[in-house]
């Protein structure tokens, strides 16, 4: 993991995508003693993407691969949105200008908080222009 607080590791989970294996891994979740503060669950025709921020990522990492689970680390960033038109269009449009792709990304609304979790090319760059732009992003630490 990086060192700058506003880099948040995410587990990204592969399912099959077939009845039934949502549950197992939620299953293993369970058992493992997981919570899932945020995610999102993409499919292709062979298998899902469960992209999921949790407590204590790393820890969380070893113990569903200790099962057997394929599960990979990303870094992503976590960028406060409001309940209000143009919120997403003020941090897409300085990482466009900057130069960064974003690849994917989900909202998040909790008790605390709303944003957007992206995945983005230079995850870098993206916290330090958008510091510089005047957009709030989350802490791992206010998940």
């Known amino acids: ?15 099959n995508n077939e009845p039934g294996r949502l549950a197992a891994i939620a299953g293993v979740l369970k058992d493992c003693n997981i919570n899932i503060k945020g995610f999102n669950l993409a499919e292709s025709t062979e298998f899902g993407i469960l992209r999921a921020i949790v407590d204590d990522p790393d820890a969380a990492f070893e113990r569903i691969r200790s099962k057997g689970v394929i ?8 960028v406060a949105v409001e309940d209000s038109p143009g919120s997403l269009f003020g941090a897409a449009d300085v990482l466009g ?18 944003s ?9 760059k993206a916290v330090r222009v958008l510091k510089e732009a005047g957009i709030k992003l989350i802490k791992r630490s206010e998940i």
């Open 1 to 15: 993991m990086m060192d700058n607080e506003n880099i948040i590791t995410q587990l990204s989970i592969f399912v």
């Open 71 to 78: 599960v990979k680390k990303t870094d992503i960033i976590g």
């Open 97 to 114: 200008k900057s130069g960064i792709n974003i690849d994917y990304g989900y909202a998040y609304s909790g008790r605390n908080f709303e």
């Open 116 to 124: 957007l979790f992206v995945r983005v090319d230079d995850p870098e």
